[in-house]
């Protein structure tokens, strides 16, 4: 008992198909049942709305190598890896669903399981994520009071992709889990929002672009570090690009200004950017009077005033949390 499916009817899946009849019905999981008693296998329509064909014998390439020792387990991870179409294998006796993807191979988990490490995931997210906002706090204040040091920055950027990776985990839960997974998306959501968001405004705010490192390239080489490359800060410290390299993490910097500029409320993106470009540091931002901001492209006089007063108060809550 159990079952074989293929997720595709295009000609590449056709001319490995022997037998079986034609069905394209809508595809339902008491079709998919009553169909499944058959031995052949089942053919779906690429988006798996409809089901093609039933009780197919699939004819694989014999030699395409395989490490699985079951008949259908067998057939189904040769087919994946002959055709790029997600295969997947039921079998009821070892209790088992594996879907097969070119030379992936995951076997699915029933939905207690996976319940339970999901939500053993999101308690570790939780207090990850306490301890990112923690020095987050506390980034903010040193960039406010200008004693900003390399160690600093890149203790913020460990945290952040720490978390990150503990929520990509999560998302796969997600996935697998399907409708049952909503309740965990809704709490994932709400531990992330803005993560992804400061992560990237960390690295603008200190990165030294150069003519083959940009900030996609120095995002897409933070996300590649191993775990133990991720724990060293000199690791970490190095997707900065910083002229005097990374030595010395008691080094001192001086932020732009993305990340504080990105809390004022409704402020855009691309007049963060021209505020940025006009001052240069942070520092100067703070010190800028709102006929200064006014002068900026984009700003005017009432939202010169609102950032003037939307960045004293992040200064004084910052500086407030960090000695109380």
């Not at 190598?65 to 057939?75: A, I, K, Q, V």
């Not at 990374?246 to 963060?272: F, H, M, N």
């Not at 931002?285 to 004293?312: H, Q, Y």
């Given at each position: 008992m ?10 590449e899946?056709?001319?490995?198909c022997?037998?079986?009849f ?6 339902s999981p ?21 089901i093609?064909?039933?009780n197919?014998?699939?004819?694989p390439?014999p ?5 699985e ?9 040769r ?7 997600p295969?997947i294998s ?20 029933n ?8 939500n ?21 204040a040193?960039?406010v009071?200008?004693l900003?040091?390399?160690?600093d920055?890149v203790?913020v ?5 720490m978390?990150?990776?503990?929520a990509?985990?999560?998302e ?10 909503r ?9 992330m ?6 992560r990237r405004h ?7 672009e150069?003519?083959?490192w ?5 995002l897409?080489?933070?996300a590649d570090?191993s775990?133990d490359e991720?724990?060293?800060?000199k690791?970490v ?8 390299g ?5 080094t001192?910097?001086q932020?732009?200004g993305?990340r504080?500029?990105?809390k ?11 505020i ?25 006089e009432?939202?010169?005033?609102a950032?003037?007063e939307g960045?004293?108060?992040?200064a004084e ?8």
């Amino acid at each position: 008992m159990g079952a074989l499916v293929v997720v595709g009817d295009g000609p590449e899946v056709l001319n490995i198909c022997s037998g079986g009849f034609l069905l394209d019905a809508a595809f339902s999981p008491q079709r998919m049942s009553e169909l499944a008693k058959m031995d052949g296998a089942i053919i779906l329509a690429g988006d798996a709305t409809r089901i093609a064909r039933a009780n197919v014998h699939l004819v694989p390439n014999p030699n395409v190598p395989t490490s699985e020792t079951g008949t259908r387990h067998r057939t189904a991870e040769r087919v994946a890896r002959s055709i790029p179409v997600p295969v997947i294998s039921v079998s009821e006796d070892q209790q088992v669903i594996t879907v097969y993807v070119d030379d992936q191979k995951h076997p699915l988990e029933n939905i207690p399981r996976l319940l339970s490490r999901a939500n053993q995931a999101l308690q570790t997210l939780e207090r990850y994520k306490t301890r990112l906002d923690t020095v987050a706090a506390s980034l903010s204040a040193l960039e406010v009071e200008d004693l900003v040091t390399l160690r600093d920055v890149v203790t913020v950027l460990q945290r952040t992709e720490m978390v990150r990776r503990i929520a990509e985990e999560i998302e796969g839960y997600i996935v697998e889990l399907g409708v049952d997974g909503r309740l965990v998306r809704l709490q994932l959501e709400e531990l992330m929002g803005g993560v992804e968001d400061d992560r990237r405004h960390v690295i603008r705010d200190y990165f030294h672009e150069g003519a083959t490192w940009h900030l996609e390239e120095a995002l897409e080489a933070l996300a590649d570090l191993s775990t133990d490359e991720l724990l060293d800060l000199k690791a970490v410290a190095s997707m900065l690009h910083l002229p005097g390299g990374t030595a010395d993490l008691d080094t001192g910097l001086q932020p732009r200004g993305y990340r504080l500029l990105s809390k004022v409320p409704r402020l855009p993106e691309l007049v963060i950017d021209r505020i940025v470009e006009r001052f240069g540091s942070l520092q100067r931002v703070l010190r800028a009077t709102i006929d200064d901001l006014d002068e900026v492209e984009g700003v005017g006089e009432t939202r010169a005033r609102a950032i003037k007063e939307g960045l004293s108060r992040l200064a004084e809550t910052s500086i407030l949390d960090r000695y109380s």
